[in-house]
């Protein structure tokens, strides 16, 4: 039971340390650089993901007609 009161009381002591620096100027800085920097993650993932569809597509696609034309006909021919 003590542990978890240390754990408690140190997680108390993190986030009244986070919350200080997110209202001082370099800590707002800082939540704004995170939130800038999670928004153009986002917006990346939705322009890459269709494209990075697209494009296993085509690789799967190759990767068969490789298979069949290149690898079966010439190590197992029928």
Same mark, same amino acid.
């Given at each position: 039971?003590? /542990? %978890?009161?240390? !754990?408690?009381? *140190? &997680?108390? +002591? ?6 200080? %620096? $997110?209202? @001082?100027?370099?800590? @707002? !800085?800082? %939540?704004?650089?995170? &939130?800038? &920097? +999670? ?6 993932? !939705?322009?890459?993901? #269709? /494209?990075?569809?697209?494009? *296993? ?8 007609? $490789? $298979?069949?034309? +290149?690898?079966?006909?010439?190590? !197992? #021919?029928?």
């Amino acid at each position: 039971m003590k /542990s %978890l009161h240390q !754990f408690c009381k *140190a &997680i108390r +002591a993190g986030l009244s340390q986070m919350n200080t %620096l $997110w209202h @001082e100027d370099r800590g @707002e !800085f800082a %939540l704004n650089t995170v &939130i800038g &920097i +999670a928004i153009g993650l986002i917006v990346a993932a !939705f322009v890459l993901i #269709p /494209s990075i569809q697209d494009f *296993a597509t085509m690789v799967m696609t190759d990767m068969d007609n $490789w $298979w069949t034309n +290149a690898v079966g006909s010439q190590i !197992f #021919p029928n």
